[in-house]
């Protein structure tokens, strides 16, 4: 089958700016926040891609931009090869029911007043009004069995329900539809150990019984590492690394993500001793530095790093965007593993 | 080793207004003077509520049982004078939010001030050069220019250590640290943590670490205590604990924590949820969710009891054929590490 070979989602130098008032003056003086400034991905038919960063690095502004919930400032989104616009017209809505979201807090994405089977019912009723109630009460009666939800359930409402529990309605709702794209923004960051382990096991099920295509993003590499066939690390609005999980997490290549990497605090003791421990904090995005957005708290950078932005460049499959690296002999990386 | 803080059998029940819901079953913890203790579990386990009920922060809806002893004082038994002394002087406190234990129409200088000026009686000129000292110690940069600021203008990060400065200012014996990095981001989190390493390290100051977070807790302490439902169900040295776990729910915890490392493997999940404090099953709490669980084990709540020494203690009927499982397991990581 050659369409796995098409993306199914394609973004080209997208950007995303914001006119904000930073304080001074009577009014304020004007700036620019660069929330996503330039970054570009594919995702394969059937694939998922990991986005990972810290907070304010552009991750959750990419899927809205994705979505179309809000207008681009620059470059172009293609899903299954149409332009995907922030016009809400009937080609988006169209557009929009093969898009699904799932949002961080299953409680605030859910209607309170609503039965767990109304909720998950609902998209139904909404994007395809025709189909009968009785076909309805059955799609919504194997979504739930899909996802774990007993049937006695069906007439709950969202808080009597368990954390992990509302997070399949959430789940169970954004598939009613079959999206072909699945964007997850944090979809286990409220829930438990236990329960989270459980979430992720059903997406991963679920995924390869009925095939969509997913961008999940998190601040939680071993999440993203557990869900994706490609990752992609952000810092304040562009991708400094990419490529396979078990490349960029084994064998980080871009400065920050090695630091990233060696900052998670793992139950294997060994790591502690290696541990790199960035200075201060992630600089604002509204006057991010100039040249490589990470020279700031960069332990490595050099002059060239403060003047001239790094290209995203690619060695087999493993993209980063840091002077050190792309000025290195081909295969010398900075980074010894 | 001798104990700074001993709490024996402490139990909580809340008013539900017709009846009481035990939250707490007899918990008995000890901390050793300058010791790093975790306490791990899930929401809603205890591992706040422990503390809180230390200090007297519980509220009137709040009945507390068992002792808690400081030296020759009991905590429970003081009043609200006798606490505030305890409070921010012998055991400080941080929380995971610090946006929101910080007021924010205060400037940072007096909010620092304010405990210096309660825990050690220092005023005007000392009191805002030993702020700037605590300020300049939890690593801010610019301390004298910072004190002026408001929370708001500070990070995250930067609140946290606001934070850690204020609890350092009554000099406490002993520091809780709920959640302190669970708002903050990883490389933010890294810095949090080498500071409390750091600063418990010189101080001689005992470390409480109250996290959800299994990697946090095995990266900083010396011993762990997992909590399942309002009980201690494990508790061990941080290496025998990782290492060897025994009990379900502690095997479990560790098995359902994705890798960063080695091959991607299938998550092994815990089936169901844990019960609400109402409503514990009879015997022991974990055996619903339990792959091992027997009618033994649906009868009897097993207790906390040691197994093989070295202070490796668990609550579970099958504890020893586990520990025999544990030590296996453990000789045969070693040997594909080697």
Not at chain 1, 104 to 126: F, K, N, T
Not at chain 1, 210 to 227: C, E, N, P, W, Y
Not at chain 2, 160 to 189: C, F, H, K, N, Y
Request: contains cysteine; glycine residues 10%; aromatic residues 4%.
């Amino acid at each position: 089958m050659n369409a796995a070979d098409k993306p199914l989602l394609s973004v080209t130098n997208l950007k995303r700016h914001y006119d904000v008032r930073l304080p001074g003056g009577l009014f304020g003086t004007p700036a620019t926040l660069k929330a996503v400034d330039g970054i570009s991905f594919e995702i394969m038919k059937g694939k998922t891609l990991g986005l990972v960063g810290e907070s304010g690095c552009g991750k959750s502004t990419t899927a809205k931009l994705v979505l179309g919930h809000i207008p681009v400032t620059a470059g172009e989104i293609r899903f299954d090869g149409e332009t995907v616009t922030a016009n809400h017209n009937a080609q988006w809505r169209a557009m929009r029911r093969r898009m699904q979201m799932i949002y961080q807090d299953p409680l605030g994405a859910l209607d309170r007043r609503l039965s767990v089977a109304d909720q998950i019912g609902e998209p139904i009723q909404i994007h395809a009004p025709e189909t009968p109630k009785a076909e309805r009460d059955e799609r919504v009666a194997s979504l739930m069995a899909n996802v774990g939800l007993r049937r006695d359930m069906a007439d709950r409402f969202p808080h009597e329900l368990s954390g992990g529990q509302r997070q399949r309605v959430v789940i169970a709702r954004a598939l009613s539809l079959k999206p072909d794209l699945l964007v997850g923004d944090e979809p286990v960051s409220a829930l438990d150990v236990s329960i989270q382990a459980q979430v992720l096991n059903l997406l991963d099920d679920l995924r390869q019984s009925t095939g969509f295509t997913a961008l999940f993003i998190s601040h939680d590499l071993k999440v993203v590492r557990q869900m994706s066939d490609r990752v992609a690390v952000m810092y304040l609005g562009r991708i400094v690394e990419s490529g396979a999980p078990e490349e960029v997490f084994r064998r980080p290549q871009h400065p920050y993500t090695q630091a990233l990497v060696s900052a998670i605090p793992t139950i294997r003791r060994s790591a502690v001793s290696n541990r790199i421990v960035l200075k201060g904090d992630p600089p604002n995005p509204v006057n991010a530095p100039s040249g490589c957005p990470f020279h700031t708290r960069c332990p490595a950078a050099i002059a060239q790093c403060k003047s001239e932005v790094p290209a995203l460049l690619e060695t087999a499959g493993h993209k980063v965007a840091c002077h050190l690296v792309n000025n290195a002999p081909a295969g010398a990386g900075i980074a010894a593993e | 080793m001798d104990a700074i803080v001993s709490i024996r059998n402490m139990t909580v029940d809340f008013d539900q207004g017709h009846r009481f819901v035990r939250a707490l079953h007899g918990i008995s913890l000890d901390v050793g003077r300058g010791e790093t203790v975790g306490i791990v579990g899930e929401s809603g386990c205890g591992k706040s509520i422990t503390w809180l009920a230390a200090l007297g922060l519980l509220g009137k809806r709040a009945r507390v049982g068992g002792r808690v002893m400081m030296g020759s004082k009991s905590l429970l038994d003081l009043d609200e004078n006798g606490l505030a002394d305890i409070r921010g002087g012998k055991i400080a406190m941080i929380f995971q939010d610090p946006s929101s234990s910080l007021n924010p129409v205060h400037r940072i200088g007096r909010q620092i001030g304010e405990a210096l000026r309660l825990h050690r009686g220092l005023r005007g000129g000392a009191a805002k050069a030993e702020a700037k000292r605590l300020l300049d110690r939890v690593g801010i940069s610019n301390a004298a220019q910072r004190l002026n600021e408001y929370p708001h203008e500070l990070s995250g990060g930067m609140n946290q250590r606001v934070m850690i400065a204020m609890a350092l200012a009554g000099e406490p014996e002993v520091l809780i640290a709920d959640e302190p990095t669970t708002a903050l981001d990883v490389t933010i989190q890294a810095q949090i943590l080498d500071l409390l390493r750091e600063l418990s390290a010189d101080n001689e100051m005992a470390l409480v670490l109250i996290s959800h977070d299994l990697g946090v807790v095995a990266d900083m302490t010396e011993r762990v205590a997992v909590m399942y439902c309002g009980r201690i169900i494990e508790q061990a040295a941080t290496d025998a604990l990782f290492s060897r776990p025994v009990h379900p729910y502690t095997r479990g915890l560790i098995a359902a924590l994705p890798d960063i490392v080695g091959p991607k493997r299938r998550l092994a999940s815990i089936p169901g949820t844990v019960p609400p404090p109402d409503r514990l099953p009879p015997g022991c709490s974990f055996a619903p969710r339990c792959a091992r669980a027997d009618q033994a084990c649906r009868d009897s709540q097993p207790e906390l009891a040691g197994i093989g020494g070295q202070g490796h203690d668990v609550s579970c009927l099958h504890a020893t054929e586990l520990a025999m499982t544990a030590m296996r397991e453990a000789a045969s990581n070693e040997m594909e590490r080697a």
